[in-house]
């Protein structure tokens, strides 16, 4: 008979690194540790991103199989990885493909096995103690499982049964005293410092009976048989107890059995089957809990690991949850998990501050265990253009399980758009914005804005995510006729009482209206110019019945500045019309034609204070004409056109050369005589093309969209409703 030699007790206090762990290999296993600090508050792109502590690092997916005197042997499951983690500073030793691999509770001894040999090795060196065959060529038979310093192998015997053998570093093989004979599926494992962990089962009238056992590895004996339930393999043993779970459809329990009496009790866990319970035994106490939550999409039952006094049943949470934990040789845990307060990492279940067990972090795999910002995708400067339409947005996370929503916010208006997600293929929540605000009643303006972003974790585990950050809105093409700084086109008109109305291009129909103000009866002709003082956002001219030509500097939200004096003398000008840039030089012009008919061109300056330059002759003829109409690029050329009606309804194009000066005129179509007013409100359909505006009165309202084509400009008419009103209003702009 061979006697197994005691595991020597060497388990040292690891050595305590201090680094920043970003993600990596590695992990400690010693001593107890003070705690790390928390991550950073959520708000900014790298809020909860890492964990800094004076705990050393731990592989990064990985999970805890078992524990050796200096150090872990963790596994990833994909692809499989096995590796031994020394304690003291997280070095990282990679161990063969393909082996099984386990610890052995003895020393730093892992036993590994290929199916063909098996062999105890030393992790920290590699060293092999010693090694077996396997199989009906190697006299060994089939490999059963390793524990303390020996191996276990079973042997068919000639009479039937199978025996099982343990295998020693000297050479030694002997049987198993008191192992049964007709049984199968039999494997040991770790179990204490002293004994084995023994299970396996009988065959009789079709039934499988499942048993646990221990081997008492100094005299290589079989001891504390007992049935085990449906084959449930998890147990645990402690020097005073044994326990395992029983699950039934009502009710999930663990059984605990002291070792020296045999008392046995029940320890419920629930009312219903709560899943895979893993459970373990430490200083007094049964460790238990579910693993998997932090990954669940629901909140799991039994999630956090809980350790539950057996004498006096008390509980108290260790993690908030966990995914692996094992036993070193001397009944002490270290569980792979993570808490809110201190992230995720190997934790060591000791002694705690009240008296009953608590979890110190030893080994930090880097990352918060609490929803986390990791980053996003949010531009500093977000250009709408001409489509209207802002880029995708993204928020990543620690975690894809997470319900989230963010809000966009314009500061100056308090406008919100409210966006929404569909179901991450990763981490990275993404969403489009559609450039718009209040649920699609608005566009949304240039300037600065705030985004809001929160994210409720689906497992409950932490608390909800929040965080926020800036952002500008821009323009690259501006609306000419944009008077709120929103990128549509809008619509001025004016009430017999002179009070003058804006209407947001928006959506073609119940836009945003809004009072300008009143007195505004007080000019003969009001025309949109686009931006001629400087700034962002659209302007314009309006001549008083003295011919003085005044100018209103917008605002960017709807309303305009005082008026400051262009000139006299216009009234000499039977029509005017503004807000296209006919010389191609980037600032829109002005046309005016005199009572001969002669066309000038007044050219844009970009300066407020003398916002156009003395007039030049462009054209003649144009006393045929009733209306003029600027209307920007609608020929696809680069300069702007020009659209004239003449008495008999008629509608003619004068594409711009690009100086100032136009083409032969192109006959649009007849029939324009039906409408009051014709305004270029530049492109309210956001296709690149600007458009037109016919009508006058809420009877007559229609919009022509532009098609980019001089031999057909205008597409079919579509009716609109800018304004709704009681009494007809004149279309002015």
């Known amino acids: 008979m061979s006697h197994v030699r005691p595991a020597r007790r060497r388990i040292a206090a690891a050595a305590i690194v201090v680094l920043a762990v970003t993600a990596g290999p590695a992990a400690p296993a010693g001593a107890l540790t003070a705690a790390p600090s928390a991550p950073s508050a959520p708000g900014s792109a790298t809020a909860g991103q890492t964990i800094v502590s004076s705990a050393v690092p731990f592989p990064v997916g990985h999970t805890i199989e078992g524990v050796t005197e200096a150090g872990y042997l963790t596994e990833r499951p994909s692809p499989l990885t096995r590796s031994w983690v020394r304690a003291s500073d997280g070095a990282v030793t990679a161990l063969p493909d393909g082996p099984s691999v386990s610890s052995t509770g003895a020393d730093d001894l892992l036993a590994l096995n290929t199916g063909s040999e098996a062999w105890l090795q030393d992790a920290p060196t590699g060293e092999q103690l010693f090694k077996i065959r396997l199989g009906p060529g190697g006299g060994t038979g089939a490999y059963a499982g390793a524990a303390g310093r020996a191996l276990f192998t079973t042997a068919s015997r000639p009479e039937g049964g199978i025996d099982l053998r343990m295998h020693t570093e000297d050479g030694v093989t002997s049987t198993v005293i008191g192992f049964p004979r007709g049984v199968n599926a039999v494997d040991v494992s770790a179990g204490t410092s002293a004994h084995a962990l023994l299970t396996y089962r009988t065959l009789a009238d079709g039934y499988y009976t499942y048993y646990r056992a221990l ?20 147990i645990a043993v402690s020097p005073t107890h044994v326990a395992w779970v029983e699950y039934s459809p009502t009710e999930t329990s663990v059984m605990v059995r002291a070792r020296a009496t045999g008392d046995t009790r029940r320890v419920s866990l629930g009312d219903r ?65 993570g808490t809110v307060a201190e992230g995720e990492g190997l934790y060591r279940i000791g002694p705690g501050t009240s008296g009953g ?11 918060p265990t609490k929803l986390a910002l990791v980053g996003h995708d949010i531009p500093e400067t977000i250009d709408l253009g001409p489509s209207g339409r802002g880029p995708n947005l993204t928020w990543t996370l620690s975690r894809s399980n997470a319900t989230p929503t963010a809000t966009l916010r314009h500061v100056r208006t308090g406008k919100t758009a409210k966006l929404s997600f569909t179901r991450p293929d990763s981490t990275d929540f993404t969403t489009s914005w559609a450039g718009d605000l209040d649920d699609g009643w608005f566009t949304a303006y240039n300037g600065d804005y705030v985004w809001e972003f929160s994210a409720v974790p689906k497992n409950g585990i932490g608390p909800a995510l929040t965080a926020s950050g800036t952002f500008k809105v821009v323009r690259s093409t501006p609306a000419p006729h944009d008077f709120n700084d929103n990128g549509t086109p809008d619509l001025l008109a004016r009430e017999a009482d002179g009070r003058l109305w804006r209407a947001d291009s928006h959506q073609l129909s119940e836009g945003e209206t809004k009072l300008v103000g009143g007195g505004w009866n007080a000019y003969d002709q009001i025309e949109a110019t686009g931006d001629i003082g400087g700034a962002a956002t659209g302007d ?31 009234g000499v000008y039977g029509k005017i019309a503004a807000g296209s840039d006919v010389t191609n030089d980037g600032r829109a012009d002005l046309l005016a034609t005199d009572k001969n008919g002669t066309l000038w061109l007044y050219k844009g300056t970009g300066d407020w204070r003398a ?110 409703t800018f304004f709704v009103w009681q009494t007809d209003p004149t279309a002015v702009s």
């Open 611 to 720: 916002p156009f330059a003395g007039r030049v002759e462009a054209g003649t003829g144009y006393g045929a004409y009733n209306q003029i109409t600027a209307t920007g690029d609608i020929g696809g050329a680069a300069a702007g056109d020009l659209i004239a009606r003449d008495t008999s309804g008629v509608l003619w194009l004068h594409l711009g050369k690009g100086d100032g000066t136009f083409a032969a005129r192109t006959r649009i179509g007849s029939g324009w005589d039906e409408y009051g007013d014709t305004v270029g409100i530049g492109d309210a359909n956001h296709d690149g093309h600007p458009d037109l505006y016919a009508g006058g009165t809420y009877a007559e309202q229609y919009f022509y969209p532009g098609t980019g084509d001089w031999r057909a400009p205008f597409a079919g008419r579509e009716a609109t």
């Open 215 to 234: 081997i008492d590895l100094a005299t290589g004996a079989v001891t504390e048989t007992g049935v085990h339930p449906d084959g449930e393999r998890t």
């Open 540 to 570: 314009l001219v309006a001549r008083d019945k003295d011919g003085v030509l005044w100018l209103y500097l917008g605002k960017g939200e709807g309303t305009f500045a005082t008026r400051s004096r262009v000139g006299g003398g216009w």
């Open 273 to 337: 089957h709560v899943g895979l319970v893993k459970i373990g035994l430490t200083s007094g106490h049964l460790i238990y809990g579910s693993p998997g939550g932090l990954t669940s999409t629901t909140a799991k039952p039994l999630s956090e690991l809980t350790a539950y006094d057996l004498e006096t049943g008390a509980e108290s949470k260790l993690l908030d949850h966990f995914t692996s934990f094992a036993a070193s040789a001397e009944g002490v845990l270290y569980a792979r998990g």
């Open 357 to 367: 067990p608590g979890a110190s972090l030893v080994a930090t795999t880097g990352e």
